[in-house]
């Protein structure tokens, strides 16, 4: 779930590029999902989430190890 209390259906990381870099279909969505990020590479990415509603939501994160 969310921060937001909204369902999740699926999840998308894109580079700052803009190249897919991992997606996943949420299984159900009134559990907390976790999403291992851990073999991607310092920088910037964009996770945007599908919600049950079809509404999407696009988060900005960086990672710097």
Not at 20 to 39: Q, T
């Amino acid at each position: 779930r969310s921060t937001n209390n909204k369902r999740m259906r699926m999840i998308e990381i894109y580079s700052a590029i803009g190249s897919s870099v991992h997606r996943k279909d949420v299984l159900n969505p009134s559990l907390l999902e976790e999403l291992d990020v851990s073999n991607l590479s310092n920088g910037v990415y964009f996770a945007k989430v599908l919600y049950e509603d079809g509404q999407w939501e696009t988060k900005r994160f960086t990672i710097s190890k």
